[in-house]
Protein backbone atom coordinates (compact mmCIF):
# COMPACT_ATOMS: atom_id res chain seq x y z
CA UNK A 1 0.00 0.00 0.00
CA UNK A 2 1.44 3.38 -0.51
CA UNK A 3 2.15 5.86 2.27
CA UNK A 4 0.05 9.22 2.54
CA UNK A 5 3.00 11.73 2.14
CA UNK A 6 2.81 14.90 3.23
CA UNK A 7 2.40 16.31 -0.94
CA UNK A 8 -0.63 13.68 -1.03
CA UNK A 9 -2.13 14.78 2.13
CA UNK A 10 -1.89 18.40 0.54
CA UNK A 11 -3.75 17.41 -2.81
CA UNK A 12 -6.27 15.53 -1.33
CA UNK A 13 -7.09 18.32 1.15
CA UNK A 14 -6.41 20.63 -1.63
CA UNK A 15 -9.26 19.02 -3.82
CA UNK A 16 -11.91 18.47 -0.97
CA UNK A 17 -11.34 22.22 0.21
CA UNK A 18 -12.33 23.65 -3.31
CA UNK A 19 -15.07 20.85 -4.05
CA UNK A 20 -16.59 20.32 -0.86
CA UNK A 21 -19.11 23.04 -0.67
CA UNK A 22 -20.28 21.83 -4.59
CA UNK A 23 -20.57 18.21 -3.32
CA UNK A 24 -22.52 19.28 -0.37
CA UNK A 25 -24.85 21.48 -2.57
CA UNK A 26 -25.25 18.77 -5.02
CA UNK A 27 -26.03 16.19 -2.56
CA UNK A 28 -28.41 18.40 -0.41
CA UNK A 29 -30.25 18.27 -4.24
CA UNK A 30 -30.88 14.95 -4.33
CA UNK A 31 -31.86 13.73 -0.71
CA UNK A 32 -35.61 14.36 0.17
CA UNK A 33 -33.70 14.81 4.33
CA UNK A 34 -31.30 17.82 4.17
CA UNK A 35 -29.33 16.43 6.72
CA UNK A 36 -28.28 13.44 5.43
CA UNK A 37 -26.45 15.60 2.65
CA UNK A 38 -23.75 16.16 5.74
CA UNK A 39 -23.47 12.44 6.29
CA UNK A 40 -22.99 11.39 2.16
CA UNK A 41 -20.63 14.03 2.01
CA UNK A 42 -19.09 12.68 5.39
CA UNK A 43 -18.77 9.13 3.42
CA UNK A 44 -17.15 10.79 0.03
CA UNK A 45 -14.70 12.63 2.07
CA UNK A 46 -14.03 9.52 3.71
CA UNK A 47 -13.49 7.55 0.42
CA UNK A 48 -11.74 10.00 -1.04
CA UNK A 49 -9.06 9.53 1.99
CA UNK A 50 -9.07 5.65 1.54
CA UNK A 51 -8.15 6.52 -2.65
CA UNK A 52 -5.60 8.87 -2.20
CA UNK A 53 -3.56 7.86 -4.73
CA UNK A 54 -6.66 7.37 -7.45
CA UNK A 55 -6.56 11.54 -6.85
CA UNK A 56 -5.97 12.46 -10.56
CA UNK A 57 -3.33 15.61 -11.10
CA UNK A 58 -5.59 18.27 -12.86
CA UNK A 59 -7.92 20.38 -10.90
CA UNK A 60 -10.76 19.68 -13.06
CA UNK A 61 -10.03 15.65 -13.27
CA UNK A 62 -10.08 15.90 -9.03
CA UNK A 63 -13.46 17.25 -9.41
CA UNK A 64 -14.97 14.99 -11.50
CA UNK A 65 -13.56 12.56 -9.68
CA UNK A 66 -14.54 13.67 -6.31
CA UNK A 67 -18.35 13.74 -8.02
CA UNK A 68 -18.00 10.40 -8.86
CA UNK A 69 -17.33 9.48 -5.58
CA UNK A 70 -20.22 11.26 -4.27
CA UNK A 71 -22.93 9.15 -7.08
CA UNK A 72 -21.92 5.97 -6.25
CA UNK A 73 -22.29 7.43 -2.59
CA UNK A 74 -25.84 8.80 -3.37
CA UNK A 75 -26.53 5.72 -5.25
CA UNK A 76 -25.71 3.01 -1.79
CA UNK A 77 -27.73 5.79 -0.06
CA UNK A 78 -30.65 5.42 -2.50
CA UNK A 79 -30.44 1.43 -2.54
CA UNK A 80 -30.13 1.87 1.35
CA UNK A 81 -33.61 3.44 1.48
CA UNK A 82 -35.30 1.26 -0.78
CA UNK A 83 -34.40 -1.73 0.93
CA UNK A 84 -35.28 -0.41 4.41
CA UNK A 85 -38.75 0.94 3.04
CA UNK A 86 -39.31 -2.44 1.50
CA UNK A 87 -38.38 -4.06 4.40
CA UNK A 88 -40.63 -1.96 6.37
CA UNK A 89 -43.51 -2.74 4.18
CA UNK A 90 -43.48 -6.64 4.35
CA UNK A 91 -43.28 -6.04 8.03
CA UNK A 92 -46.16 -4.39 8.38
CA UNK A 93 -47.86 -6.45 5.63
CA UNK A 94 -46.85 -9.26 8.27
CA UNK A 95 -48.10 -7.55 11.30
CA UNK A 96 -51.30 -7.05 10.35
CA UNK A 97 -52.08 -10.26 8.63
CA UNK A 98 -50.22 -12.22 12.42
CA UNK A 99 -53.12 -12.45 14.80
CA UNK A 100 -51.66 -11.44 18.11
CA UNK A 101 -50.33 -14.27 20.39
CA UNK A 102 -52.57 -13.47 23.65
CA UNK A 103 -55.19 -11.22 24.62
CA UNK A 104 -53.79 -7.74 25.53
CA UNK A 105 -54.01 -8.14 29.89
CA UNK A 106 -51.89 -11.05 29.29
CA UNK A 107 -49.11 -9.50 26.99
CA UNK A 108 -48.89 -7.05 29.38
CA UNK A 109 -48.92 -8.90 32.55
CA UNK A 110 -45.83 -10.89 30.39
CA UNK A 111 -44.35 -7.77 29.54
CA UNK A 112 -44.03 -6.27 33.15
CA UNK A 113 -42.91 -9.28 34.51
CA UNK A 114 -40.25 -9.80 32.03
CA UNK A 115 -39.04 -5.88 32.31
CA UNK A 116 -39.32 -6.91 36.34
CA UNK A 117 -36.32 -9.21 36.22
CA UNK A 118 -32.50 -8.44 37.02
CA UNK A 119 -30.58 -6.84 33.81
CA UNK A 120 -29.05 -10.07 33.24
CA UNK A 121 -32.14 -12.46 33.48
CA UNK A 122 -33.87 -10.19 31.22
CA UNK A 123 -32.04 -9.98 28.39
CA UNK A 124 -31.11 -13.37 28.32
CA UNK A 125 -35.10 -14.11 28.53
CA UNK A 126 -35.74 -11.63 25.90
CA UNK A 127 -32.90 -13.17 23.58
CA UNK A 128 -34.68 -16.14 23.87
CA UNK A 129 -38.03 -15.58 23.95
CA UNK A 130 -38.50 -12.69 22.13
CA UNK A 131 -35.95 -12.73 20.08
CA UNK A 132 -35.50 -16.56 19.25
CA UNK A 133 -32.13 -17.32 19.89
CA UNK A 134 -31.56 -20.64 21.59
CA UNK A 135 -29.70 -20.77 25.30
CA UNK A 136 -26.06 -21.30 23.99
CA UNK A 137 -26.65 -18.51 21.43
CA UNK A 138 -27.86 -16.34 23.75
CA UNK A 139 -25.03 -17.00 26.04
CA UNK A 140 -22.38 -16.25 23.18
CA UNK A 141 -24.05 -13.04 22.41
CA UNK A 142 -24.07 -12.05 26.69
CA UNK A 143 -20.45 -13.63 26.62
CA UNK A 144 -21.48 -15.73 29.04
CA UNK A 145 -20.49 -19.85 29.20
CA UNK A 146 -23.43 -21.84 28.49
CA UNK A 147 -24.17 -23.30 31.82
CA UNK A 148 -24.18 -19.79 33.75
CA UNK A 149 -26.74 -19.01 30.78
CA UNK A 150 -29.05 -22.18 31.54
CA UNK A 151 -29.08 -21.68 35.48
CA UNK A 152 -29.52 -17.88 35.09
CA UNK A 153 -32.55 -18.63 32.47
CA UNK A 154 -33.96 -21.32 35.10
CA UNK A 155 -33.70 -18.89 37.81
CA UNK A 156 -35.44 -16.34 35.81
CA UNK A 157 -38.26 -18.27 34.83
CA UNK A 158 -38.90 -19.57 38.39
CA UNK A 159 -39.50 -15.88 39.28
CA UNK A 160 -41.26 -15.16 36.02
CA UNK A 161 -43.72 -18.07 37.04
CA UNK A 162 -44.17 -16.06 40.29
CA UNK A 163 -44.86 -13.45 39.30
CA UNK A 164 -47.08 -14.31 36.37
CA UNK A 165 -49.69 -17.07 38.64
CA UNK A 166 -51.40 -14.44 40.65
CA UNK A 167 -52.09 -11.97 37.39
CA UNK A 168 -52.73 -14.48 35.39
CA UNK A 169 -55.34 -16.30 37.86
CA UNK A 170 -56.83 -12.69 37.97
CA UNK A 171 -57.36 -12.74 34.46
CA UNK A 172 -58.95 -16.05 34.00
CA UNK A 173 -61.51 -15.15 37.01
CA UNK A 174 -62.71 -12.18 35.33
Known sequence: MHAVT?????AVRDALRSTSPDLLAYLER??????D????????????????????????????????IAAHVLANH?????????LAERLRAEVATTPPASDPAERHAVRDAVLRLHDAQRELVMLIHWDGFTI??????????ASTA????????ETLKRALEEPLRQAAEA
Request: aromatic share 6%; proline share 4%.
Open 6 to 10: PRDRA
Open 30 to 35: RVSVRE
Open 37 to 68: AADLLGEVLLQAWRRHTSLPAEPTRQRMWLFT
Open 78 to 86: RRSIRRRTS
Open 136 to 145: VEAAELLGLN
Open 150 to 157: RSRYAAAR
